[in-house]
C-alpha cells in the first residue's frame, strides 16, 4: 500500500504516527508515575504501543517509497533519516508500557498465587521503571517533533517562493 485514493499513503499515515506515538508515551509516563492511571490504563497502553510499533515500519517504509519519487533533496533526505529512528523510540515506549503493564498485573494478583517475576513490591524497581519511563516519553516525544518538524521543512520549504 503505497498510495491511498491517488495520495502518498506516508502522508497519511504519518497522522497516525504523529497522534498515537506522542499519546503512548504520555500514557507510559503517566502510568509509571501515578498507581490510579497505571491501574486503569497499563493494559490499554501496552496494546496502543505495540500498535505503534506495527505502524511505524509502514509509515517510514511507505515514506521511503515517497522519496525515491521525488526529485533528490538534501531536506527529504534529512526527514528520512531521522524518520529512521522513530522505530527505537517506539520500541522502547512499548517494551516500558508492557513492563509496566506487568508489573501491575503481577501486583494486582492475589498473595496465594507468589508472582513476582519483575518484582511489583520492589519499591526500588518501581523507582528505576518510572525514572526510565518518563526518560523515554520525553526522548520520545522531542523525537517525534524533530522527525515532523524536518517533514514540514522538506514539505513545505519552497512554498512561500512558489515553488
Known amino acids: 500500500m503505497q498510495t491511498v485514493n491517488g495520495l502518498p499513503a506516508h502522508v497519511l499515515l504519518v497522522h497516525a504516527i504523529v497522534v498515537l506515538m506522542p499519546l503512548s508515551a504520555v500514557l507510559l509516563a503517566l502510568t509509571a508515575i501515578w498507581p490510579v492511571a497505571r491501574h486503569r490504563l497499563a493494559g490499554p497502553?501496552?496494546?496502543?504501543?505495540?500498535?505503534?510499533?506495527?505502524?511505524?515500519?509502514i509509515?517510514?517504509?511507505?515514506?521511503?517509497?515517497?522519496?525515491?519519487r521525488?526529485?533528490?533533496n538534501s531536506l527529504i533526505h534529512r526527514h528520512a533519516e531521522l524518520g529512521d529512528t522513530a522505530i527505537y523510540a517506539a520500541v522502547a515506549v512499548a517494551v516500558l508500557a508492557l513492563?509496566?503493564?506487568?508489573r501491575q498485573r503481577e501486583g494486582s494478583a492475589t498473595a496465594s498465587a507468589k508472582r513476582a517475576y519483575l518484582a511489583p513490591?520492589?519499591?526500588?524497581?518501581?523507582?528505576?521503571?518510572?525514572?526510565?519511563?518518563?526518560?523515554?516519553s520525553g526522548a520520545t516525544i522531542y523525537d517525534v517533533v524533530r522527525i515532523g518538524d524536518s517533514g514540514a521543512k522538506a514539505s513545505?520549504?519552497?512554498?512561500?517562493?512558489?515553488s
Do not use: C, F, K, M
Open 70 to 72: 521525488l526529485a533528490p
Open 99 to 102: 513492563i509496566v503493564w506487568w
Open 59 to 68: 509509515t517510514t517504509s511507505a515514506g521511503e517509497w515517497l522519496e525515491h
Open 121 to 136: 513490591a520492589s519499591s526500588t524497581v518501581t523507582a528505576l521503571v518510572t525514572v526510565v519511563a518518563v526518560i523515554v
Open 156 to 162: 513545505w520549504s519552497g512554498w512561500a517562493q512558489g
Open 45 to 57: 497502553n501496552a496494546i496502543l504501543a505495540l500498535l505503534v510499533v506495527i505502524l511505524v515500519p
